[in-house]
Nanobody, 124 residues
Framework: QVQLVESGGGLVQRGGSLRLSCAASGFTLDYYAIGWFRQAPGKEREGVSC????????YYADSANGRFTISRDNSKNTMYLEMTNLKDADTAVYHC?????????????????WGEGTQVTISS
């Protein structure tokens, strides 16, 4: 059974940090571009970050650039999103995903696998 399962979400204070993990099963992440989307209540889904198969290319949304770091550990079939200096606007459900390319990540182009999501809530 093909699955992506996120973990690490929760409640964190403004300015704090959080690391999200996403473990894959039923397929190997090695051959996929992988990354994260988020969706806040009443807002459109946003492609937050993506890392290519080779890890040589990483994409970050403007809202995440400089604060979030994406990484992958192919030996664990897992990806991560390290988030720092968290802001109220970062409150959302975060979904990991796997696809064919980071090109077009903002519109989920080529994304074939999705996780169910993990809630991140920033408190003041």
């Amino acid at each position: 059974q093909v699955q992506l399962v996120e973990s690490g979400g929760g409640l964190v204070q403004r300015g704090g940090s959080l690391r999200l993990s996403c473990a894959a099963s039923g397929f190997t992440l090695d051959y996929y571009a992988i990354g994260w989307f988020r969706q806040a209540p009443g807002k459109e889904r946003e492609g937050v970050s993506c890392i290519s198969v080779t890890t040589l290319d990483a994409y970050y949304a403007d809202s995440a650039n400089g604060r979030f770091t994406i990484s992958r550990d192919n030996s664990k079939n897992t990806m991560y999103l390290e988030m720092t200096n968290l802001k109220d606007a970062d409150t959302a459900v975060y979904h990991c995903a796997a696809g064919t390319t980071c090109g077009g990540w903002t519109v989920a182009y080529g994304v074939g696998y999705w996780g169910e999501g993990t809630q991140v809530t920033i408190s003041s």
